[in-house]
C-alpha cells in the first residue's frame, strides 16, 4: 500500500496544511534566491528526471532548483528505457530506487505515477499526467499568495478545456477554500469523478464549483481567469475537430470587460497566442501574471522537494 504522503502524485493526497506550508516554503526559498542565498539540503542526493512528454519550464526549473538545493539531477532516456516495453515497470522502479533520491515523472497515464510510487521505495513527483499537473497547481497558489494576499473567497475561471491543469486547479481551490469555475464547450467538462471527489469539501466550506458554456456568465465574479491550451500534449489529432468548439473560449480585451476590473489572467504556458489567448492580455503585465508563475514553477518545485526528500544530513537515518 503507498504511503500517499512519501510521494506527489495528486496534489488531492496533500492536505490544505501541507499545501499552505508548500507554499510558505516556496516564498521563502524564492527571497533566498533573490538574496543570491542557496541552501546546500541535498548536497550529494540524486533525482531522476523522467519525461515521456515535452517541456521547457517542468524540466528547467527542476534540475535548476535542484543544482541551486546542492543535488544533482540525472536526466533519464524514456525510448532507452522502454518503461513496460524493454523492462518491467516493477524492474526500473526497483532498480532506480537503489540509486537516485527520488524521481521527477512526467508521462501520459496517472496510473504509471502511481505504480512507480507502488514499487519503488523513493518520492515519486508527478510533473504533469494525462489527468493532473500537481505542480503548476503549486505555483499557481504561491502566484495568488503573492499577489492577490490570500485565498480565502476568491474565484478561478479557468476558461478552456476540463482538461489536466483545471483538475488540479479544482482541487486546489477546494482545499484552499477558493471557488472554482469551468467555462468550457459542451463535451469538454472536467470528470465526473473528480468533481465528485471535491464536492464535499466545496461543501464543508461554502464554495461553489460552476460550469458555464458561455465565458461571458462565467467571467462576471472571478478573480482570476486561468487559460491554458486546447488541445493537451498527446491529444494533437483532436485539434481540427476541437479548434471551432473553442473559438469562443478565448481570453481577449472583449472578454475582459465583461470580467471584474480587479480581476487578473494567468495561463500555465506554453501559450498559443491567437488562439485560446490574445497578444493585449499576454503582453500586459498590469494582468497577466503568467510569467510570474512561470517563475515560480522554480521555487514550488524546490519546495515540493523540500517537503518530500530527507535532509542529506538524515540519509542513513531513516
Ligand atoms: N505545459 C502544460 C501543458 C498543459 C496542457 N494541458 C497539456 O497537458 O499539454
Ligand atoms: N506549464 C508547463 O508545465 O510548462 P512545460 O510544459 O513547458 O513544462
Given at each position: 500500500m503507498t504511503d500517499k504522503n512519501k510521494h506527489l502524485l495528486r496534489l488531492a493526497d496533500w492536505s490544505e496544511e501541507r499545501i499552505l506550508d508548500t507554499v510558505e516554503i516556496a516564498i521563502r526559498l524564492k527571497k533566498e534566491v533573490h538574496n543570491g542565498q542557496f541552501s546546500d539540503r541535498f548536497h550529494g542526493q540524486n533525482i531522476g528526471m523522467f519525461f515521456e512528454k515535452p517541456s521547457l519550464r517542468t524540466i528547467t526549473t527542476f534540475q535548476v532548483g535542484i543544482?541551486?538545493?546542492?543535488?544533482?539531477?540525472?536526466?533519464?532516456?524514456?525510448d532507452s528505457i522502454g518503461l513496460g516495453k524493454r523492462e518491467s515497470i516493477h524492474d526500473v522502479a526497483t532498480c532506480l530506487s537503489r540509486w537516485v533520491n527520488a524521481l521527477v515523472v512526467r508521462c501520459f497515464k496517472q496510473e504509471l505515477v502511481e505504480k512507480l510510487a507502488e514499487y519503488g521505495s523513493i518520492p515519486i513527483i508527478n510533473a504533469l499526467t494525462d489527468d493532473s499537473h500537481p505542480c503548476q497547481a503549486f505555483a499557481f497558489a504561491q502566484t495568488i499568495r503573492e499577489q492577490l494576499g490570500d485565498f480565502s473567497g476568491k474565484t478561478v475561471a479557468f476558461i478552456g478545456d476540463g482538461n489536466n491543469v483545471?483538475?488540479?486547479?479544482?482541487?486546489?481551490?477546494?482545499?484552499?477554500?477558493?471557488?472554482?469555475?469551468?467555462?468550457?464547450?459542451?463535451?469538454?467538462?472536467?470528470?465526473?469523478?473528480?468533481?465528485?471527489?471535491?464536492?464535499?469539501?466545496?461543501?464543508?466550506?461554502g464554495r461553489q464549483y460552476r460550469v458555464f458554456h458561455d465565458p461571458k456568465e462565467a467571467v462576471k465574479d472571478a478573480d482570476i481567469l486561468y487559460s491554458d491550451v486546447w488541445v493537451s500534449m498527446g491529444q494533437e489529432g483532436e485539434k481540427a475537430a476541437k479548434q471551432s468548439h473553442f473559438l469562443p473560449f478565448q481570453i481577449n480585451d472583449e472578454l475582459l470587460r465583461f470580467a471584474p476590473s480587479h480581476c487578473k489572467v494567468s495561463h500555465c504556458l506554453p501559450a498559443h497566442r491567437g488562439e485560446e489567448i490574445t497578444d493585449s492580455v499576454m503582453d500586459n503585465p498590469k494582468i497577466n501574471m503568467a510569467f510570474e508563475e512561470a517563475e515560480n514553477r522554480l521555487h514550488a518545485h524546490k519546495a515540493v522537494l523540500w517537503q518530500l526528500m530527507t535532509p542529506t544530513a538524515d540519509l542513513g537515518k531513516v
Open positions: 543544482h541551486q538545493l546542492g543535488g544533482s539531477a540525472v536526466l533519464l532516456a524514456p483545471a483538475n488540479s486547479f479544482l482541487v486546489l481551490c477546494a482545499k484552499l477554500g477558493m471557488n472554482f469555475t469551468l467555462a468550457c464547450p459542451q463535451g469538454y467538462e472536467q470528470p465526473e469523478a473528480v468533481i465528485r471527489e471535491m464536492e464535499p469539501l466545496l461543501k464543508k466550506r
